[in-house]
C-alpha cells in the first residue's frame, strides 16, 4: 500500500544537513523529492519525529533551497517484504514550514520545466 500523498521525482544530489546556525554537520545524497518532502540515502539511524534543517539545490544553477524536515520513516532493509530487487536504506523526509517561492520551484522540477 502507497501511503506518498505527492508524486515523486528522481533526483541525485547533496542534501545538507545544517544546525540552527546553518553550520553544515552531514552531507548525504537524495534518491527522490516531492512537493511534500524527500528521500536521502543514509543508514544514519534516526528515529520518526526527528527535526532536522536541510540544505540542497534542484540543479547546479539554483541557489539552496534551506527547510527544517521531520523524519517520516527509516528503510534499513536491504529489501523490502515481498520484494526481489533491493530496497536503498535512507531516511524520509517531511519539508516543515518551506516557503512559498521554494514549493514552487519545486513544483516546477517536477513538472520537468
Do not use: W
Not at 46 to 67: M, Q, W
Request: hydrophobic letters at 40%; glycine letters at 8%; proline letters at 5%.
Amino acid at each position: 500500500m502507497n501511503k506518498r500523498i505527492s508524486p515523486r521525482k528522481m533526483l541525485q544530489t547533496r542534501v545538507i544537513f545544517e544546525d540552527e546556525f546553518h553550520d553544515e554537520i552531514f552531507y548525504f545524497i537524495s534518491k527522490n523529492i516531492s512537493a511534500s518532502g524527500i528521500f536521502i540515502q543514509s543508514k544514519l539511524p534516526l528515529s520518526a519525529g526527528t527535526r532536522v534543517f536541510l540544505k540542497f539545490c534542484l540543479n547546479l544553477e539554483d541557489k539552496p533551497i534551506h527547510v527544517a524536515a521531520e523524519v517520516m520513516r527509516q528503510i534499513n532493509k536491504k529489501r523490502g517484504p515481498g520484494r526481489r530487487r533491493p530496497v536503498t536504506p535512507g531516511i524520509g523526509l517531511k519539508f516543515m514550514g518551506l516557503s512559498q517561492s521554494d514549493f514552487k520551484r519545486i513544483e516546477a522540477f517536477l513538472r520537468g520545466e
